[in-house]
């Protein structure tokens, strides 16, 4: 089954840190695009972060930028995303997506995660 399954979820208190991780099973993610989205319920889905298939370029919403890093390791078919300095605002379900191409082609992906839920409060 070609599939995404999040993990690395939790609650954690403001200022503290998680990191998810995404591998890839049945697939390889050479060649993917990856991208990390969150969405609350009845609220619209927000692209956080994005890296290319080689890893040498990343993008990040300005919401997360400077305390979120998006990494990959092809060897271990595997995307994390660290995330630093955590806000309440911060809370919501996180999902990986892959998709061939570039970032702005993340909305079409062909899979997505399961989805993992990330809630900051004290």
């Known amino acids: 089954q070609l599939q995404l399954v999040e993990s690395g979820g939790g609650l954690v208190q403001p200022g503290g840190s998680l990191r998810l991780s995404c591998p890839a099973s049945?697939?390889?993610?050479?060649?993917?695009?990856i991208g990390w989205f969150r969405q609350a319920p009845g609220k619209e889905r927000e692209e956080v972060s994005c890296?290319?298939?080689?890893?040498?370029?990343?993008k990040y919403a300005d919401s997360v930028k400077g305390r979120f890093t998006i990494s990959r390791d092809n060897a271990k078919n595997t995307v994390y995303l660290q995330m630093n300095r955590l806000k309440p605002e911060d809370t919501d379900v996180y999902y990986c997506?892959?998709?061939?191409?570039?970032?702005?082609?993340?909305?079409?992906?062909?899979?997505w995660g399961q989805g993992s839920q990330v809630t900051v409060s004290s």
């Open positions: 997506a892959a998709v061939r191409g570039l970032c702005v082609l993340l909305k079409f992906a062909n899979y």
């Open positions: 049945g697939f390889t993610l050479d060649g993917y695009v």
């Open positions: 890296i290319s298939s080689s890893g040498g370029s990343t």
